[in-house]
């Protein structure tokens, strides 16, 4: 994508309730900066958008949108994957900037969650709800072996955050987790965005972090536990696909809308909730939480199967 950089006084700007000006200046910036080398796009039949819910916040929405505007410009049919909009998307848009640039994407628009599609219907931007595309990997998931070891007591952590308050809480939820006779070890996804903590925080609590390089690595390790606790959404969807119990952290907008979706109730709002007796609920009723799990993919294989399909 491309991108620019953020203007001083930003937070100064949002007090002030001006950032969706600034941010409707910005986006147009990137696409004039970015109109002749996006020529390249037009000649394509199709340009297909992967964006998760990076159309929200500052940067990432200034990118997205920028870039969304600069290659439509050249080539209207754009077209978009499922993907998650944070309802915050709107403190740093007004709604009529928002419904023209999403009118840049041939339609359907899926959304993955019924949180963000009800975003989506306030600022007034037709959209159907789909599901994540990771969940049509259900098959080649169900034939990955867990990675050799004992499961038993055994949680994996795979969160992510950032600053002094996100590993303290880790590492009190490791010491707790320990405590009660339970077996943590951490998981990261994305080396690029938590490694750093994550290394931190496995020196500090001596316990075991894994770094998988595939996504298959993923799954196998998470089979490999007793309970996932996450707020990774691709970790809760890969888990969901490999049968495996999980704790939802739900301090992102994306795991939130994963639990409310699936109808999970065992969940903790934030990694200083993640206390022994509730990862133990969890382990308790693994089966009621495997079960809903399962009743989940079922319902979105069958809204990926059936979903509108571009236009010819």
């Not at 998760?52 to 049919?77: K, Y």
């Not at 899926?110 to 259900?138: N, Y």
């Not at 055994?154 to 987790?177: C, P, Q």
């Not at 109808?263 to 308790?284: M, P, S």
């Amino acid at each position: 994508t491309y991108g620019t950089n953020l203007p001083p006084l930003k937070n100064l700007w949002m007090r002030l309730r001006l950032w969706p000006a600034v941010q409707q200046y910005l986006i147009q910036r990137v696409q004039r900066s970015a109109r002749e080398d996006a020529s390249r796009f037009k000649d394509y039949q199709a340009v297909l958008v992967a964006g998760g819910d990076h159309w929200s916040g500052r940067a990432l929405g200034i990118s997205m949108f920028g870039t969304l505007g600069a290659v439509s410009a050249q080539n209207p049919r754009v077209f978009a994957y499922p993907f998650s909009v944070n309802p915050d998307i709107r403190r740093y848009n007004t709604d009529v900037a928002l419904r023209h640039a999403f009118s840049a994407l041939q339609s359907p628009i899926i959304t993955r969650d019924t949180t963000s599609q009800k975003t989506m219907e306030r600022i007034g931007v037709p959209s159907v709800l789909g599901a994540d595309c990771v969940f049509l990997l259900e098959e080649v998931v169900s034939k990955i072996a867990s990675r050799s070891g004992d499961a038993q007591r055994r949680v994996l952590l795979a969160v992510t955050g950032s600053g002094k308050r996100f590993e303290a809480g880790v590492r009190r939820s490791i010491d707790r987790l320990v405590r009660d006779g339970l077996r943590p070890a951490l998981l990261t996804t994305c080396e690029i965005e938590d490694g750093d903590s994550i290394a931190r925080i496995s020196q500090a609590c001596n316990v075991v972090v894994h770094a998988p390089v595939t996504w298959q690595e993923a799954v196998a390790l998470l089979k490999q536990s007793a309970c996932v606790v996450t707020n990774r959404l691709h970790a809760l969807i890969l888990s969901a696909l490999g049968d495996v119990t999980v704790l939802p952290v739900t301090d992102r907008e994306k795991s939130l809308a994963f639990a409310i979706d699936t109808g999970l109730v065992i969940r903790a709002a934030t990694i200083y909730d993640v206390e022994g007796h509730v990862v133990e609920e969890c382990i308790r009723n693994a089966e009621a939480i495997r079960t809903q799990l399962r009743g989940y993919v079922q319902r979105t294989n069958r809204e990926l199967q059936t979903a509108p399909q571009m236009a010819d």
